[in-house]
Nanobody, 122 residues
Framework: QVQLMESGGGSVQAGGSLRLSCATSGYTPGTRFLGWFRQTPGKEREPVAAIYVDAAAALYADSVRGRFTISYDNAEKTLYLQMNELQPGDTATYYC???????????????WGQGTQVAVSS
């Protein structure tokens, strides 16, 4: 059974940093993507970043490129999202996801965590 568990969310002032973690169990990355997505009330879930572990290839949404970094620790089976230069517009619930067919399309992912909240104040 695949399980994903996010942690590391919280409240921070604009310009600050947070690192999100997603501990995985029962899942081994292969030819699919691991990703981070975020959602605010009343809006659709939007992509943040994705990684193709076998090729160490990462992709980012335009809104976070240069500020966020996605990585995966194979020994710990944990997905990370380092978020720097946070802005109020980054406030959302962040979800990790696994087994994605297309990097930044949430509908192509088969497994999801429960989400962790990030709040950025100005």
């Amino acid at each position: 059974q695949v399980q994903l568990m996010e942690s590391g969310g919280g409240s921070v002032q604009a310009g600050g940093s947070l690192r999100l973690s997603c501990a995985t169990s029962g899942y081994t990355p292969g030819t699919r993507f691991l990703g981070w997505f975020r959602q605010t009330p009343g809006k659709e879930r939007e992509p943040v970043a994705a990684i193709y572990v076998d090729a160490a290839a990462a992709l980012y949404a335009d809104s976070v490129r240069g500020r966020f970094t996605i990585s995966y620790d194979n020994a710990e089976k944990t997905l990370y999202l380092q978020m720097n230069e946070l802005q109020p517009g980054d406030t959302a619930t962040y979800y990790c996801a696994a087994d994605g067919l297309v990097a930044l399309l949430p509908d192509t992912y088969n497994y999801w965590g429960q989400g962790t909240q990030v709040a950025v104040s100005s």
